[in-house]
Structures are given as C-alpha cells and as structure tokens.
C-alpha cells in the first residue's frame, strides 16, 4: 500500500497552545468550534469549550482564549503570536483521531480498504492561523512525508489534501526541491482544494471573530486577524472582474481586496494582505502565472452545481474615516446580515477557486474531475472521491497514476 499523508481543511487540526504570564502557565489543547461538530470532537466531548476544558484549560479563563489566540500583526505587516503563547499542532503523524478528529470517518473508509491508521495513514496537523511558510508546515511535511517513505520500504507517499489544506501542500511541493519530491510524493491528491484567495472569506476581517457559543449568528468562523486566508489577496488570475462586494454603488472585484479591507476598517489586515498576498510570492506565480506545473502528479476532486456565496452586498455603509483603524468604527462592521453574491461552487468554495489548477496541471482534461451536488465537507467521505483516492494510491504503487475520471 501507497502510505496516504491527509492534510486537514481550515480549523480542523487540533492545536496546542502553551500561555506563559506573569501569574504561571495555562497549557490546553484547541479545535475551532464552528469547524469541528461536537460528534466529531475527540475524547467524548461535547462542546470545543469542553474539548479545551477536559486537556487543561481553566474554566475561568475560557475567555481570554480569543485573545490568546488571536495574532499580532505589526506596522509592517508582518503577523506572530500574542506575547507568552505558544501554538502548535497536538503532534504530528502520531494520533489521527486526537489530531485530525474531522477525517475520523474518511480514515475509517481507507482503513476498511487496507489501510492502517497511524501506520501507513497518518494526518499532518498545522497552525492554520498563518499563511503558507508562516508556519512549521513546510518541515512538518519534509519529516512525516520521509518517515512514512521509509516505514513503506521506499514506497513513494500520497499526500491527501482537503482545502486550506491543499494549498499548503501546494506551498511545499513548490518551494522544497523538485528532486525531493520526485524522490518522495508520488501524487497530490486533492478534495476541494483551495489553491487561490477565499473571496467570502475575506469579510471575516471585518466581521466578529469565533465563539465558544456556535449557535452565535453574528461569529465568524475565525479569528479577524488570522492571516492563513485572510491576508491571501483574491486572485484575478481565478476571479477575474467578477463583482466580489459591493456597498451601494462602489464595486470591488478581485484586484480592490485591500481597497475594501482599508473602506470596512480593517487597517492590520491589509498591511498583512501586503506581506502575504498570493499574487506578491515567487512560487504562487510559477503556477498561476507562469503555467508551471507541479513536480509531481496532481488530481483534483471538487464539488459543482451547488450555489456559493462568493462576496457580499451592502446597502450603503459609511466606509472608515482617517481616524477610524478598527472594523468596529466603519459601517460594515454593524450589519450582520448583508446580501449574498452568489456563484456555482460546492456550497462552500466557488468552482473559480477550486478550477484553480487547470492553470498549471499537466492536463486538465486528466488531472480534474467535478463531482456534481456534492459539497465542500462531505466530498472527503463521498464514495466517488475516495475511490478516486483509493485509484490514484493503487496507480501510484504501479507506477502510473490513473486519470481522475477514471477514480
């Protein structure tokens, strides 16, 4: 068997976080609340909150998580943890329940097939708080992609990705020596990737950031200073002119991103939108511009036909003034509930951003396949794409990796 390397969609790689303050130390274990259901939760909890609770974090200082949490970003742009905390993944290829407790049900599929979990199926955790090489990600990779080589007698791994996730492993196969991973990854394989800027994300910036509470309407799924897609910039290169926001009569397209986090208040953000936008890195533009494909094989399975939010409408807000640097004194920031700007996608990513790779796939017409009505979570575990999975790991032991479409 091929060893499979899943790397986790956003806010579902369980984290650690290490508090270090005058007064002692706080030391707990953290899933994002809106991306992990209480059923998926490890350990039998039945909130995140008592997810957190359960590995050490006291109760009263539940409350300060979202801060603790939360990233500093400087003058500059440049984006780090609070002062005294620590973030890290719980640990890595070790425990895939504990680390990836969302893709529980997608490794027991594989493992009804011959896998072995925690064996030649491991999961590969990440601070997704950070954009690609912000983090331990790249090494991370390096080290768990070498020992599951090795553990599998030099048989080349499978690197599954599912959204946030497959650009991060896009990242590392494009920054890391190409002989490197000739020599170790015999295929990307990816579930709804998001290989661009998340446009429907972007209004997270100037939105009200996670809860504990994920019946809260007006929360985010994440933190507003969370550069990991935040601070990515929207790719002309995929959107195109399409109208993304629009407050009255004022339209932004993909090319006024940091137009429209200056106008809604979210000053931090789009200096860090300057230091980490997409379009601004070498190894971005290799594909996206330059057509270069990947060192190693890629397949991609995303969902179409389903409508996706991919911006938002206002009315008419007050945009913010020159004393305003917070979202909280710009008009966008009081109104919970703007107009959709709908598109196709798979109800959570829009077929733009998940089309990205037909910019730099060896063929598309092989490398890509759209699975109708099936939506953003659910296509890790739907029968079409795991076979899929299944079919490019079995090629990949034979030496040569079917189409997509022949998954």
Not at 92 to 106: I, L, N, S, T
Not at 154 to 172: E, P, R, T, W
Not at 230 to 256: E, H, I, K, M, P
């Amino acid at each position: 068997m091929a060893p499979v390397v899943v790397v986790p969609g956003l806010g579902m790689s369980a984290l650690n976080v290490q508090v270090r303050t005058d007064g002692g130390a706080t030391d707990f274990d953290f899933l994002v609340p809106a991306m992990n259901p209480a059923d998926m939760l490890p350990e039998g909890a039945t909130s995140a909150l008592e997810y957190s609770v359960a590995s050490g974090l006291p109760r009263d200082q539940a409350e300060q998580v979202p801060t603790w949490m939360s990233l500093s970003i400087d003058k500059n742009g440049v984006a780090s943890n609070q002062p005294g905390v620590t973030v890290a993944p719980v640990s890595v290829g070790q425990d895939f329940a504990a680390e990836c407790p969302r893709y529980v049900p997608m490794a027991n599929q594989l493992a009804a097939v011959g896998w072995t979990v925690d064996a030649n199926l491991v999961c590969l955790p990440f601070d997704y708080r950070y954009a690609p090489g912000g983090n331990s990600f790249v090494s991370d990779f390096t080290s768990l992609v070498e020992r599951a080589v090795s553990q599998a007698d030099g048989q080349k791994a499978v690197v599954a990705c599912h959204s946030q996730g497959c650009l991060m492993a896009y990242h590392a196969l494009r920054v890391l020596d190409p002989a490197w991973a000739r020599a170790n990854v015999a295929v990307l394989y990816g579930f709804a990737g998001q290989f661009s800027g998340c446009s429907d994300c972007l209004r997270w910036a100037f939105q009200n950031g996670w809860s504990w509470n994920v019946d809260d309407q007006g929360a985010s799924p994440v933190d507003p200073s969370w550069v990991g897609e935040l601070s990515l910039g929207l790719q002309s290169s995929v959107y195109g002119d399409a109208v993304l926001y629009r407050n009255g009569a004022q339209d932004y397209r993909a090319t006024d991103a940091r137009a429209l986090l200056q106008d809604a208040g979210a000053v931090a953000m789009s200096r860090a939108t300057g230091v980490y936008a997409l379009g601004r890195q070498e190894w971005f533009r290799r594909g996206s511009v330059d057509g270069e494909a990947l060192p190693v094989p890629g397949r991609f399975v995303f969902g179409v036909d389903l409508p996706t939010t991919v911006g938002y409408a206002y009315e008419s807000v007050a945009v913010r003034t020159v004393s305003c640097h917070e979202p909280q004194c710009a008009g966008f920031w009081n109104v919970p509930d703007p107009a959709v700007i709908k598109a196709d996608g798979d109800g959570g990513d829009s077929t733009w951003m998940n089309a990205a790779p037909e910019a730099w796939t060896s063929d598309a017409s092989c490398d890509i396949r759209t699975l109708p009505g099936v939506d953003h979570m659910t296509i890790v575990t739907n029968t079409d794409a795991v076979e899929g999975l299944v079919s490019a790991a079995r090629g990949a032991v034979e030496g040569s990796v079917p189409c997509s479409s022949e998954g």
